[in-house]
């Protein structure tokens, strides 16, 4: 068997002082530890055990015109998974797993020390998952796979299909498929200013979280040993979107995501890839080019009429190259983005 232990810890302080009596200071950051054991049962069974903790921080604090903002962000998981990969062929390896995580959130907010906001909520959620990795030939991989969450918050259960289809059509020419169905439970809040800003909620009974159902196609041209060429588009379709309302009463006494949030919305997100790889040489790295749009539709912003949110980019262009100089290796990389960057 083997053991792993890892720890990450970063945090971010930025502080602006304008004048004497504005300014802030947003601090925000991730802690994270993790400890896995691997084992091999048999030549055809080996199983995973994870236990992981992850503790995110946001917090703001701000004077306009003398005027104190406090924002406090908190969201903790803890989690323990098992898995087990049975090779029952040589042309099935199936993949059964179990987890159970455990949130804490924690959201408040403060106008000129009168609180606003005071919002905690602890739900569970419990997973399990099959997946069945099937060779049928030389030429084709084929995964599919289901799974089944429940949330404690509101007792909901979902179930979340995927497949993937990968296929040789010649010796350097390689189609791939992939389609899924996904929930997303833990909601990221995107303020219209710095990033920093953003926060983390639960969707609560009172409202239904974001799905997406994701289509991607792509293809893989390998000439030789040296360069890979590959052209990827995705579509995904979005409903049960969430915005944060701006005008909702500061006064109010109940903190629901219903309360909180505009909910309801639908959006769509597409785009295509272009990248090159080279893998061999002295000079190796890679090039993307992404071209994407996403947009969202609300009932009640916008007078009804699509728009895009903050995270819409439309261009972006990764560059990383590598150069083997004797013993030293140089490396350089370089990104440009347009949008939200």
């Known amino acids: 068997g083997r053991t792993t232990f890892s720890w990450y ?10 004048d004497t009596f504005t300014g802030f200071d947003l601090q925000w950051g991730n802690d994270v530890l993790m400890l896995r054991h691997e084992r091999d049962l048999s030549d055809r069974v080996d199983v995973t055990g994870t236990l992981s903790r992850s503790f995110y921080e946001s917090l703001t604090d701000a004077s306009i015109f003398a005027t104190p903002f406090d924002i406090t962000n908190k969201l903790q998981d803890v989690s323990l998974e098992g898995a087990m990969n049975w090779r029952a062929t040589d042309a099935h ?4 797993g179990l987890k159970g995580s455990w949130y804490d959130f924690v959201f408040r907010q403060s106008f000129n020390v009168q609180s606003q906001i005071d919002y905690r909520a602890k739900p569970a959620e419990l ?14 991989v084929v995964r599919g796979g289901v799974r089944v969450r429940h949330i404690s918050d509101g007792d909901r259960v979902f179930a979340e299909p995927r497949l993937s289809i990968s296929h040789w059509v010649k010796s350097d020419v390689r189609l791939k498929f992939g389609a899924g169905i996904y929930n997303q ?32 196609l792509g293809a893989e041209w390998t000439p ?5 060429l590959s052209l990827e588009i995705y579509n995904n379709e979005l409903e049960n979107l969430v915005e944060l309302d701006s005008r909702a009463p500061v006064d109010q006494t109940g903190f629901t995501a219903d309360d909180l949030f505009v909910t309801g919305g639908t959006g769509w997100a597409r785009g295509a890839e272009v990248f090159y790889r080279r893998q061999q040489g002295r000079v190796t ?9 996403t947009e969202r539709e609300f009932a009640e ?8 949110p903050k995270y819409d980019r439309r261009h972006d262009v990764s560059v990383l190259l590598g150069y083997e100089a004797g013993s030293w290796t140089l490396a350089a990389s370089f990104r440009y983005a347009t949008g939200q960057a």
Request: charged residues 25%; glycine residues 14%.
């Open 285 to 293: 790295g890679w090039l993307g080019y992404t071209l994407g749009w």
């Open 93 to 96: 390896r199936l993949t059964l």
């Open 301 to 308: 912003l916008n007078g009804g009429e699509p728009f895009p």
């Open 127 to 140: 997973a399990a998952y099959l997946e069945d990795r099937w060779v049928p030939d030389g030429d084709t």
């Open 224 to 228: 030789s040993a040296r360069d890979l």
């Open 185 to 216: 439970y833990l909601q990221l809040v995107t303020t219209e200013g710095f990033s920093a800003g953003d926060f983390y909620l639960p969707i609560d009974e009172t409202a239904d979280p974001g799905r997406t159902y994701q289509l991607n």
């Open 9 to 18: 810890r970063g945090k971010d302080d930025v502080g602006v002082e304008a």
